[in-house]
């Protein structure tokens, strides 16, 4: 066997050689051949390992044709093996691979490109310093990014076009920041209307939108109950996502509201659109496909464990980014994950952008890398960041990185233009609408979202990893009684607290939790005036962004329990995280707003 995907069959007594014709195997070079009685086990560099049946064939032919297992015996000539396959692989995921590798290699990504062969870092924009920077997109020149300020930023990636933009400059003649419309953190930006509108989306549960190459204020789309966290455009409309659930389709041009999808169990973090399908991530774990101009819900797509946080599309493929701390590619039409292109990080994946082949990804370890998107290889590490990267942006040469310290930095990337041109035929699948192929593979059973146990773990978890240390030094334990929301009975419970998450257990000896409660989630711990009516407890209430828990500690003479210092610990401790909580900081507006 060799890299010319051929395998070669020799005669022992007479030297001579005949072939198995290439089309019948892989597409790239065969790594290795096994023999075991009557079966030859083949293995080739397009992640596939074939299976070849030995039976008796006319000599002085070369193999090939027949139904596996079929014997071919003719009069007075010679046996000579014949092999055939098992199961022949379609596709050719060795070539597109082939070509991300060629990609990679005149930019200069590969190990041992050296310090100047990669992308290298070419501008840092800190216009949002010392705010985190959430949102970014590029059109015509021109970066747009959104940020805590509450304002969009507007900057010429060539500080020679600033003269290109038409709206007031400031003193420096660059672009004047776009202000004064939200009230809260600018969370997304997108282009909208062949690059005529601008769409910003804010924490305050509106979405702005305003002329894109003159930064005038058009209009304000309300309807969102929640913070909006992510916009898309696609089919001439615009789709937004958010934290009250839902997903909202709006008429670009008109600014109305035209329908609402309704089926996540959780905030709606990412979407994005392919074909004539909307997709969409959600905190419940799952990514959803609808049609777009019925709103209908055709596929949802489970094996998270955490949050998603991006999503992006090539048909036939689909890549999803994960507070599980994973980058996974499905196919679109079947929902099944692809095993081999599956790759798990040290730390929560927050966006991603797909350009050439090559998947580029940003996360929780304030690194941006880049993999070749058919095998998920790891090609090159970026890092100019110092907190976690949100977003991502992608024009030909250049990809912006946006991050939680303010800055969006602008990196390089080598001429392109020199990629090989797909010269395949069309995939002959790709002929029928996505709807059409989704439909063809229907959900089986009801979707199920991640246990609220892992979802939870996983969040806690990353938003543990954004700070420094934990806050409260020691692991805080003990039973508490719990009231209940519907009763209001009473129930003792064994809670804990430590590293930003407090679990509560039936029994001090189980291992399964009956709920988590997220510090970041927390408000405020207040202790009550009096103690419980029957003089025993000593309550304090617990009050977090969905509702308000009653807890009480109490008095054990036997244990030397004393439970009004028991109440006091407690409430110390939970405010402590409330104190040094960054996320509870920047949303102390939105919380203040809220109704309980």
């Not at 709206?167 to 062949?194: I, K, N, S, Y």
């Amino acid at each position: 066997a060799g890299n010319n995907a051929v395998l070669y069959i020799w005669d022992l007594s007479t030297n001579s050689s005949e072939w198995l014709a290439a089309d019948r195997l892989a597409r790239g070079g065969l790594t290795m051949v096994a023999v075991e009685g009557n079966k030859v086990f083949c293995s080739s560099s397009d992640n596939a390992c074939r299976i070849w049946l030995k039976s008796s064939t006319p000599g002085g032919k070369r193999p090939g044709g027949t139904e596996e297992g079929a014997t071919v015996v003719e009069e007075g000539v010679a046996d000579r093996t014949r092999y055939e396959s098992d199961d022949e692989r379609e596709g050719d995921a060795e070539e597109e691979t082939q070509r991300a590798r060629d990609l990679v290699s005149m930019r200069g990504m590969g190990a041992g490109a050296g310090e100047s062969g990669g992308p290298t870092l070419n501008n840092k924009y800190l216009d949002h310093v010392p705010e985190g920077v959430h949102g970014v997109c590029v059109h015509r020149g021109f970066l747009y990014s959104g940020g805590s300020d509450n304002m969009v930023r507007v900057r010429p990636i060539n500080p020679n076009d600033k003269a290109k933009w038409g709206g007031t400059p400031d003193d420096e003649g660059m672009p004047q920041p776009l202000a004064g419309q939200h009230t809260d953190r600018v969370l997304a930006v997108t282009v909208a209307g062949d690059g005529e509108f601008l769409f910003s989306a804010s924490a305050d549960s509106t979405i702005v939108k305003w002329n894109a190459m003159t930064g005038a204020y058009l209009a304000t789309l309300t309807g969102h109950t929640d913070w909006v966290s992510c916009l898309t455009e696609g089919q001439g409309n615009l789709f937004s996502g958010g934290w009250d659930n839902t997903v909202r389709k709006w008429d670009v041009s008109a600014d109305k509201f035209i329908a609402e999808f309704l089926g996540h169990q959780d905030p709606v973090c990412c979407l994005a659109v392919v074909g004539e399908v909307l997709l969409s991530g959600s905190r419940d774990c799952t990514v959803r496909a609808w049609k777009i101009d019925t709103g209908e819900c055709i596929k949802v797509y489970e094996g998270h464990n955490a949050l998603v946080s991006s999503v992006i599309a090539a048909d036939p493929l689909m890549y999803t980014a994960s507070w599980d701390k994973t980058i996974r590619c499905w196919e679109l039409a079947t929902g099944k994950v692809k095993g081999s292109q599956y790759k798990r990080l040290d730390k929560p994946v927050l966006c991603l952008a797909l350009s050439h082949g090559i998947l580029y990804a940003g996360g929780g370890d304030q690194v941006v890398r880049s993999y070749i998107a058919s095998t998920m290889e790891a090609v090159h590490e970026m890092d100019g960041h110092t907190q976690p990267v949100n977003a991502l942006a992608l024009t030909d040469h250049q990809l912006f990185s946006a991050s939680d310290d303010g800055s969006v930095v602008q990196w390089l990337l080598p001429d392109a233009s020199a990629q090989r041109q797909d010269d395949d035929m069309p995939d002959p699948a790709l002929s029928r609408s996505l709807t059409q192929r989704i439909l063809e593979h229907p959900q089986t059973g009801n979707p199920r979202t991640s246990s609220i146990s892992n979802r939870l773990n996983s969040e806690a978890q990353y938003l543990a990893q954004v700070d420094a240390e934990d806050p409260v030094p020691s692991r805080k334990e003990g039973w508490l009684m719990k009231q209940g929301q519907l009763f209001k009975r009473w129930s003792r419970r064994y809670f804990t607290l430590h590293k930003g998450v407090m679990v509560v257990f039936s029994d001090e000896s189980q291992s399964k939790p009956l709920e988590h409660i997220i510090m970041h989630d927390v408000i405020k711990a207040t202790l009550l005036d009096a103690p419980a009516p029957n003089g025993t407890l000593f309550p304090f209430t617990l009050e977090t962004i969905d509702r308000v828990r009653k807890l009480a500690a109490f008095s054990d003479k036997d244990k030397d329990k004393n439970g009004e210092q028991e109440a006091k610990e407690w409430v110390g401790a939970l405010n402590t995280y409330v104190e040094n909580n960054n996320l509870q900081k920047k949303i102390e507006q939105k919380r203040a707003a809220r109704k309980y």
